[in-house]
């Protein structure tokens, strides 16, 4: 079989479309991914977080295999391990994942149960984008895969990847030589959408940037949380449904708190949680309020975005303290202090709910930022919320 040209000349279209618009990267894989008869594929910097300067956009891959997959040092990566000790991981190759690993091999890894299974993932086909000799990029990858029944990679899309890789470089060289903000804001946004929870974005004065899905949802329901439009502001701002307006003083106090903080270098930590129940009077949402500080500034239009609100719906997010158990080797205690952030409240209301004492619950929350690789529970916050679809 050879490439079908007239589709690889629209696909190279594509990707010089997403140099001016970063949001066109999905429509590029999802291209790439039909051609090569995939069914998702990835781009992505390995060895950096968007958050760091890298970046990550996938097609029909879920944000909990993504989490997982950032948990795990490279070197748990066995292809990325054997293209590193054979000085393999050079700019413009491309690879058949099985003429670097036998399938059976890859197959018996911890890899491969734990990140391709759970993603019905088993063959892969990839190429460099970048490796570290580039000045103005982080290393750059860019994967397609296959289920188990599929057939394996032949040399034909190992080579239209290979050829796709120049105008690869090209569109996103443009985009990390200049930094350019837009670039980093679509891949944080995208990665918000792919959440499963609520996720908010408001400005320095309340009114509301961005809404995700999970959040579209919540707010189109209008059982707890829902949009309120303001003839002093043209931006909407958050309100709660009229059942809770006992709470609306302390909801609105939580955002404002998180707007102040802000203003904090390396503001870190969220306002009290807020558990919002329904007009029948059981729990069904938990709000979380983060400030986002402007080393974290994302480029929405004029008003960039100051706090970062959660909107937990408590019947969709659901997380096996076995899951945290065998991801990340925790205790079965350690799990369950984990588990509580999602709840909220302080170090003292949580270990109350566990009928542990205080210090014993920092010492497993400790524990588990250690395990985990977070750093605080905004960190372990999001990683919940993601391993929760």
């Known amino acids: 079989m050879t490439i079908d040209f007239a589709r690889y000349d629209r696909l190279v279209h594509r990707i010089y479309d997403a140099a001016r618009d970063p949001q066109h990267w999905s429509a590029v894989l999802a291209e790439l991914t039909d051609i090569c008869g995939g069914i998702c594929s990835l781009l992505l910097t390995p060895l950096h977080t968007p958050e760091q300067g890298g970046l990550v956009f996938p097609h029909n891959v879920s944000q909990a295999t993504l989490d997982r997959w950032a948990t795990k040092s490279i070197g748990d990566d066995p292809y990325l391990h054997i293209m590193a000790s054979r000085n393999l991981f050079r700019v413009g190759a491309a690879f058949n994942g099985a003429d670097l690993m036998p399938h059976e091999a890859f197959r018996d890894t911890d890899f491969f149960r734990e990140f391709f299974t759970p993603s019905h993932m088993a063959r892969v086909s990839f190429g460099v984008v970048f490796d570290d000799s580039a000045a103005h990029a982080h290393p750059t990858m860019v994967s397609v895969f296959r289920r188990e029944c599929d057939s394996p990679f032949e ?5 239209l990847i290979r050829k796709l890789l120049p105008h690869m470089s090209r569109s996103l060289g443009g985009m990390f030589h200049l930094r350019d903000r837009r670039f980093r804001t679509a891949s944080t946004l ?6 499963p ?4 974005l408001l400005d320095a004065l309340g009114g509301v940037r961005f809404t995700n899905r999970g959040a579209q949802r919540q707010l189109q329901s209008a059982t707890t949380v829902l949009l309120k439009n303001q003839a002093s502001s043209a ?5 709660l449904a009229r059942h809770l307006h006992h709470l609306e003083p302390a909801f609105q106090q939580a955002i404002q708190a998180a707007i102040s903080r802000s203003t904090v270098p390396d503001a870190q930590g969220f306002s009290r949680a807020l558990l919002l129940p329904d007009a029948q009077g059981k729990a069904t949402c938990v709000l979380h309020a983060a400030p986002l500080s402007r080393a974290h500034e994302l480029a929405l239009g004029d008003g960039s ?22 991801l990340f080797g925790l205790t079965l205690g350690e799990a369950r202090a984990a588990l509580q952030v999602l709840q909220g409240g302080s170090n003292d209301a949580m270990a109350h709910r566990l009928g542990i004492s205080a210090n014993t619950f920092k010492s497993q ?3 588990v930022f250690a395990k985990t690789g977070t750093h605080r529970q905004s960190d372990l916050l999001r990683l919940l919320l993601a391993l929760g679809s």
């Open 190 to 195: 995208a990665a918000l959408d792919r959440l």
């Open 197 to 200: 929870v609520g996720v908010v």
């Open 305 to 326: 975005p100051r706090v970062m609100v959660f909107l937990c719906d408590l019947a969709a997010v659901t997380v096996p303290a076995e899951l945290l158990t065998e």
């Open 235 to 239: 931006s909407p701002r958050l309100g």
């Open 155 to 159: 040399p034909h899309d190992v080579e």
């Open 365 to 367: 929350l400790k524990a």
